[in-house]
């Protein structure tokens, strides 16, 4: 048994970050792949939204924030993230990420959409994740006051006999105690067939905490990203929607426009998912807006396109809908703390209030330094030990391919983009199922949230659509609480 004043579960850049502001104190942090793989964090081709740019405001910022999230961002949770977001690109540049430049050597800050002003720092065009997790990885393997862990994957929160978090149990039922516990455990996206996250991410980090009875927030609302690239990849690649800022066109298969190229991601991955459905395609068009710049100035998507032989400076590229970022998660205060003491949560597993039913792009990278530096600070000032006491505990079981891939596709049929609820109803039906045969694994306990909680809100808002009530109603956020295995999630909404 391993133990630790502090334990961060999960190495991207929430993660990452946090034991890199906890400086001089010591952390562990696990990490369940090697560095920098399985990690949604690498791979986003968005930057980082900040207000930098002249003219630019971080009330302008924290007002797109709300709007886009459709009536359920905490606007206080909104401004502070605008308001502290662009000292913390100043800590990234100090970490040595090359963000872009204009001629006159200020930051280079693009549009995406549902932004007022131009405000995403972007590296090499569409490579921001890499080049931040590659100064993250490199300080942090330098740091003398953090202990990585590679290959160690948690699968339960242990507790001392006053209900404390006081620890992870690993596979092969392998102990880490901590004082404090910050789960930075990434997404959900892996939960559905088509995403562009890690096949990994399949909501470990609130399953886990749902299961030692903290509170969830919104953990309906899964945010899909209008243009993955349709390969028929797994995951799917992203187009980025900076490309869309450059003025490429969603277009449908027999060229014609049927969607206003940057109104909010939930309008568009709508617009594209029933033309799709219609038969009529969905593509993005490209060749005129970026034509010959591609290779210099969206690399990333140019080298996924090439290796599936398009060259999207002569073809427009095939598109689709794909699970991409949550939303929901374990409902924190505006210092990473959950409702169970002992208990942080920082970066896509936690749902601060900062996006709603809507996350405005490029505000996921911000709202994770922002609250990776709040938590540090916390932890800098507070630097309690607590008694490591863990009461008995077993991990639960992990599901198999065969499970996985059914609870992918039944995410994929009845919790995408439009959702109804007859779907709603039958998919949690196979979810409890898939739990009989193969035991209460995190990723089912995750999918049954997720679906819980879209059966119970009956309007439609943001990433929730229901053609059963396409209305909105009464503005609330979901909080929810899990009974255990056999029980059902108290999916009651509450303000
Ligand atoms: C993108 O580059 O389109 C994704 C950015 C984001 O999800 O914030």
Known sequence: MKSASILIVGAGL???????????????????APLGQASSSAWAQGGLAAALAPGDD?????????????????PAVASLIAREGPDRVRDLISLGVPFDRTPDGALAQSLEAAHSRPRVVRVSGDLAGK???????AAARAAPHIEIVERKRARALLRDANGRVCGVLCDNEEAFLASDVILATGGAGGLYAVTTNPTEAQGQGFAMAARVGALIADPEFVQFHP?????????????????????????????????????????????????????RGAFLDAREAVGSK??????????????AGLDPREAPIPIAPAAHYHMGGVATDIWGRTSVEGLWAVGECASTGAHGANRLASNSLLEAVVFAHRIAARLRDDAAEHALAPGPA?????????????????MEAHANVVRDGAGLERAL????????????????????????????????RGAHYRSDYPDVATPQRTFVTWRGVSGTPNAAAAS
Do not use: W, Y
């Open 14 to 32: 929430a993660g990452l970050f946090l034991a890199l502001k906890l400086a001089p104190r010591r952390c562990v942090v696990l990490s369940q």
């Open 58 to 74: 971080p009330k302008l910022h924290a007002d797109d924030t709300v709007a886009a999230g459709a009536g359920l961002v905490d």
């Open 429 to 460: 039906a196979d979810v409890h199922a898939l739990g009989e045969s193969h035991g209460q694994a995190n990723a089912l306990v995750a999918a049954h949230l997720i679906l819980s909680a879209a059966l119970a809100r009956t309007e439609s």
């Open 294 to 307: 591609f290779p210099a100035h969206f690399p990333t998507v140019f080298a996924a396109c090439m290796s």
């Open 227 to 279: 243009t993955a690239i349709d390969i028929g990849r797994d995951p799917a690649p992203l187009a980025t929607e900076a490309l869309r800022g450059e003025g490429a066109h969603v277009i449908n298969g027999k060229g014609e426009a049927f969607v206003a190229d940057l109104a909010p991601r939930d309008v568009v991955a709508r617009a594209i998912h029933l033309e799709r459905q219609a038969g």
């Open 131 to 137: 080049a931040i997790m590659d100064a993250l990885i």
């Open 394 to 410: 077993t991990a639960p079981p992990t599901l198999a391919d065969e499970p996985r891939a059914d609870l992918r596709r039944i």
